[in-house]
């Protein structure tokens, strides 16, 4: 390997012809071309990208896409390819080990950062949302079993959850971590239950209340760790990924003060394929702070001689087809934004929407409906899918 002089305490420095070697090797395993010809292929426009990436890994590869260092045509195929890869070869920039040392020591989503990711994420702006997401503003993986379009496979989910949970007329329902409040919406609509759901976002409250007018649903500003009264059964659907590992216990404890004896919960949440306490430096930085995927580990460790386990159900690959609608209504909304969503926060959110669905493609990431009861169904749990 050959290598030039740096100005400062005279140590080596990787030259650049070994840098692109390096990248190119590692992209060579996915069978991706740099300036090739077909869809996956990166094109390079900034030959400071090899540098950048490897000094930076996630980071560096995030924001040079968003300066429009690189590109691919297809965005999600070539996260598709790049993360069949093993990349574990590849150093960790120390960025992401100082993320990785803090999130030991510091509780990154206590109460006092709970409202973080609400005021940075979901309050960006309802018009966002409202040009990328269903007609009920459902912001999970929709459920595409049967399901042709964006709009069936949001209520096929919504109604999924529903039909887990044996949700009844009357009953009354606690949605942690809310969002617009579909899922309340919904169920009140078509199976008569009553709902509160909490939220840490107060554009998602607002409009949220106006949505769910004249419905027996409350949508509330809250954090979760402050609510303490019954309900027939708890869901939480796409909330637990900002949990943070610290906090897993808390939630489940949470969760069993507020269910009944005899209800069920239902968690609706992205899964990792390893127990990590942080997320990549690009997410973190530009898309959910102070987030973290939790792992099977994680979740069966928090839930002990809390919660019996009854139904696991894993439709992770559905999250492909979900993040593809969402970024194909973006594109064809994004014209219609005000200024000040400009052509980096573009770059920036078709990078989040299609590396995900990259991610999810090459099943690296997955989508878990976990249902959990106090003491065991008696007969067992009718698994629903």
């Not at 960790?92 to 999130?103: C, E, G, I, P, Y």
């Not at 496979?153 to 009953?171: H, N, S, T, Y």
């Not at 329902?173 to 008569?192: N, P, Q, R, T």
Request: charged residues 25%; glycine residues 8%; aromatic residues 12%.
């Amino acid at each position: 390997m050959n290598y030039v002089e740096t100005t400062s305490k005279n140590k080596p420095e990787i030259a650049d012809s070994d840098r692109k070697s390096i990248i190119n090797d590692a992209l060579a395993a996915g069978d991706i071309q740099i300036n090739g010809p077909r869809p996956w292929d990166i094109q390079i426009h900034d030959e400071r990208f090899y540098k950048r990436v490897l000094a930076e890994d996630a980071l560096g590869l995030g924001e040079s896409y968003m300066e429009g260092w690189w590109d691919a045509e297809e965005l999600d195929s070539f996260f598709f390819h790049l993360l069949r890869i093993d990349l574990n070869n590849i150093r960790m920039s120390w960025q992401r080990k100082l993320t990785l040392a803090k999130d030991r020591l510091l509780n990154r989503q206590s109460r006092r950062r709970a409202f973080e990711v609400g005021k940075r994420h979901y309050d960006r702006g309802n018009d966002l949302f409202q040009i990328m997401l269903d007609p009920l503003m459902t912001y999970t993986c929709g459920y595409w079993k049967t399901a042709n379009t964006l709009k069936e496979a949001q209520e096929a989910k919504l109604d999924l959850v529903c039909r887990k949970i044996d949700l009844q007329p009357g009953q009354k329902v606690l949605d942690i971590g809310c969002g617009w409040g579909s899922f309340m919406k919904y169920a009140a609509e078509h199976y008569g239950a009553h709902a509160v759901g909490v939220t840490v976002s107060k554009e998602q409250a607002a409009l949220g209340q106006e949505l769910c007018a004249d419905l027996p649903v409350e949508v509330r500003l809250q954090d979760y760790r402050d609510v303490n009264e019954k309900f027939d059964h708890v869901v939480s659907l796409g909330m637990f990924e900002h949990v943070g590992p610290k906090n897993y216990r808390t939630f489940f404890e949470v969760a069993d003060r507020c269910l009944k004896q005899d209800g069920l919960l239902l968690l609706h949440t992205i899964g990792n394929i390893f127990s990590d306490r942080s997320t990549d430096p690009f997410t973190e930085k530009y898309i959910f702070p102070n987030s973290v995927i939790p792992s099977i580990r994680q979740i069966g460790e928090a839930t002990e001689r809390l919660f019996i386990m009854e139904d696991w159900h894993n439709f992770g690959a559905d999250y492909d087809p979900t993040l593809m609608a969402w970024n194909k209504n973006f594109e064809a909304g994004f014209d219609s934004l005000p200024p000040r969503y400009d052509q980096t926060f573009h770059r920036m959110w078709r990078y989040f929407l299609l590396s995900g669905a990259g991610s999810f493609r090459a099943r690296k990431m997955q989508l878990w409906q976990i249902v959990m009861s106090k003491q065991g169904i008696i007969g067992g749990y009718d698994s629903i899918r």
